[in-house]
T-cell receptor, first 113, second 114 residues
């Protein structure tokens, strides 16, 4: 009965080689979020989708893009990964915005070689 | 503007003893407050939430937290720690006018010793 699913759980990519991380949800929630979490730090919001409306955080690098083809799926694309992009990437969903709790997936651990 | 301060970066407790994780918040509006737990290499799991109902909030796995507006605190407690409670804990605030954006504290690492 997994609710927020992320694939793969572990991803290794080469410096500069594009990579895509996947998130799907069975909750039918309107909002989907992508966070970056580096070691021993709190998660940092990259962007979110409110339905089809894309919202980028001001400090999210242009190297990071996202797609949401339908309600259930959301993708994180890293166009040219650098060593500093190695992190855990967390997907989350919420029923709506405005103080509804967020449900997190298990994360994808990205390694850049 | 909203912010969260977790007063302890590390807490070590013995199994069977109480756990106290301290959190203070700053918020311009009526906040919603959450505690999340993260086990190693896992996602975040919601422990409990406060959304302006009862000030004492009970969560999963025996955790509870008390919202104290006068002290701007939302401390997390558990009467008796289990080995499985060893994890990172995040105190999180969300304001009604911030479209639900979560502001995370820096986290508290809990170690449970036998």
């Amino acid at each position: 009965d997994a609710m927020v699913i992320q694939n793969p759980r572990y991803q290794v990519t080469q410096f500069g080689k594009p990579v895509t991380l996947s998130c799907s949800q069975t909750l039918n929630h309107n909002v989907m979020y992508w966070y970056q979490q580096k070691s021993s730090q709190a998660p940092k919001l990259l962007f979110h989708y409110y339905d089809k409306d894309f919202n980028n955080e001001a400090d999210t690098p242009d190297n990071f893009q996202s797609r949401r083809p339908n309600t259930s799926f959301c993708f994180l694309d890293i166009r040219s990964p650098g060593l500093g992009d190695a992190a855990m990437y967390l997907c989350a969903t919420s029923r709506d915005r405005a103080t509804y709790e967020q449900y997190f997936g298990p994360g994808t651990r990205l390694t850049v070689t | 503007a909203q912010s969260v301060t977790q007063l302890d970066s590390h807490v070590s407790v013995s199994e069977g003893t109480p756990v106290l994780l301290r959190c203070n918040y700053s918020s311009s509006y009526s906040p919603s407050l959450f505690w999340y737990v993260q086990h190693p290499n896992k996602g975040l799991q919601l422990l409990l939430k406060y959304t302006s109902a009862a000030t004492l909030v009970k969560g999963i796995n025996g955790f509870e937290a008390e919202f104290k507006k006068s002290e701007t605190s939302f401390h997390l407690t558990k009467p008796s720690a289990h080995m499985s409670d060893a994890a990172e804990y995040f105190c999180v605030v969300s304001e009604a006018d911030s479209w639900g954006k979560l502001q995370f504290g820096a986290g508290t690492q809990v170690v449970v010793t036998p």
